[in-house]
């Protein structure tokens, strides 16, 4: 980090500056110059307020030269960090596809989704029990039982299965999850973060709507802190000024995220269009940009469906894709050989 303060400076309020910063375990190279003094702070600055120092009476600018994300960070950790799921891998040149409902509606019906993914080459089941809907009067998950209804189709097809955490008082019902899911409005919920990082499943965070790339790895960073390093970060499209698309769904992510960190990288380009029809281009481009793995929403009617049923794809339309995506990922990985 760079302090850059402001022409002859209060002395006694540089001292103190320096007192607080070397109490902390910094070390300060000053640099006098014509017109400022500039301080380089080596050590460990990722506890230290930027915005405090800024605000300081002696202080022009701070720069920080070092991200704020330690365990998230590809530069301390260079190797591509792999998430076990029961018998499967994410992350680690393997394409991860997660499929399933929005919602859990019934046994039958997530048992039958469940089958059918599996034929098509899913990896893993993906369904909510407990929902974060915008309004209070839509369909809001069966909950407890939602989860149950999970175990029931993994039982049958022996897919792993990734359901979304939305409160902290629902962990003890998480038991029995392969991973948890943290979903977008989540993303910056910290007691949440902290608590999943205390155990050890794997979590999959979702992007916050307005989140910057950082923002979402300080999430990450939150769940490493505690312990927990089997973090897998999912982008489903961001808030921008189009309306036409759900979301606006940021592919540069893929090899942004590559360079920063060693999490593997999901795209969910369901909830990123919010039309079915928008699934498969964008499914497609994810696996040819890199990613380490897709979340798509299938529902066997998504007419009839109780959330989210215009970005769902019917088991046979989902079938087609992921076989082109498997085709696809063994030609990019053939290419890049
Ligand atoms: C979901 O995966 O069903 C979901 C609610 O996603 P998001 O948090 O990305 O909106
Ligand atoms: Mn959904």
């Known amino acids: 980090m760079i302090v850059i303060l402001k022409s002859n400076p209060n002395r006694d309020q540089l001292e103190s500056l320096i007192t607080w910063l070397q109490e902390k375990g910094i070390t300060i190279h000053t640099s006098i110059g014509e017109s400022h003094t500039i301080l380089g702070l080596v050590g460990d600055t990722s506890a230290l307020d930027i915005d405090l120092i800024a605000a300081l009476d ?25 998430v076990k799921v029961r018998d499967t891998q994410i992350g680690g040149g393997n394409l991860t596809i997660m ?30 029990a407990f929902k974060p809907r915008t309004s209070p009067y839509s369909f809001q998950g069966l909950g407890a039982t939602g989860i149950e209804y999970l175990k029931a189709a993994r039982e049958e097809t022996g897919l792993p299965i ?22 977008a ?37 939150y769940v490493m802190a505690g312990g ?31 360079k920063l960190t060693h999490l593997p990288i999901i795209i969910d380009p369901s ?24 979340l ?16 769902s794809l019917k088991p046979e339309v989902f079938d087609a894709l992921a076989h082109k995506l498997l085709k696809l990922h063994a030609c990019m990985r053939d290419l890049e050989a």
């Open 271 to 294: 909830h990123a269009t919010g039309k079915s029809w928008l699934v498969d281009p964008l499914a497609t481009g994810a696996v040819a940009t890199g990613c380490d793995g897709l």
């Open 58 to 82: 002696i202080v022009d600018d701070v720069k920080r030269v070092q991200e704020p994300y330690k365990n998230a960070n590809r530069k301390f950790h260079p190797a591509d960090t792999v």
């Open 99 to 128: 499929a399933g409902p929005c919602s859990v509606e019934s046994e039958e019906q997530v048992v039958t989704i469940a089958k059918a993914v599996k034929k098509s080459g899913a990896t893993m089941l993906r369904g909510g």
């Open 228 to 258: 927990n390093q089997n973090v897998i970060l999912c982008e489903r499209g961001i808030r921008t000024f189009e309306t036409y698309t759900r979301n606006t769904l940021d592919l540069a992510c893929i090899p942004v995220l590559r």
């Open 162 to 183: 990734v359901t979304e955490l939305m409160d902290l008082s629902q962990l003890p019902l998480f038991k029995d999850v392969d991973v948890i899911q943290i979903g």
């Open 296 to 311: 798509i929403e299938v529902h066997n009617d998504p007419a009839h469906a109780l959330c989210d049923g215009p970005q």
């Open 185 to 221: 409005r989540n993303m910056q919920n910290f007691d949440l973060l902290k608590a999943v990082g205390r155990q050890e499943k794997p979590v999959m965070i979702k992007r916050g709507m307005s989140a910057t790339y950082e923002e979402w790895l300080m999430s990450a960073e």
